[in-house]
């Protein structure tokens, strides 16, 4: 029992540990992305995709208080 134990707190532990790996950054909103993507493709010469549209401005949502 005590090998059972010890191995599902190690994979507990490991699973953890991967849970907190990841990119310690702010997202990327839908249009910084698009931006993103035109730059990169005028560098590598390929065809430009459209100029994204600028974002409306962000309302407030009723439920953004539990939040």
């Known amino acids: 029992m005590t090998a059972r134990r010890t191995l599902t707190l190690v994979m507990l ?3 953890l540990g991967l849970a907190a ?6 997202l990327d909103s839908p249009y910084e992305a698009a931006l993103d993507a035109r730059k990169e493709a005028e560098r590598n010469d390929q065809p430009v995709p459209p ?3 600028k974002p409306v401005e ?3 949502f009723i439920l ?3 939040l």
């Open 51 to 53: 100029a994204p549209e």
């Open 58 to 60: 962000d309302r407030p």
């Open 13 to 15: 532990g490991l699973a």
């Open 21 to 26: 790996c990841g990119r310690k950054a702010p």
């Open 64 to 66: 953004d208080g539990l």
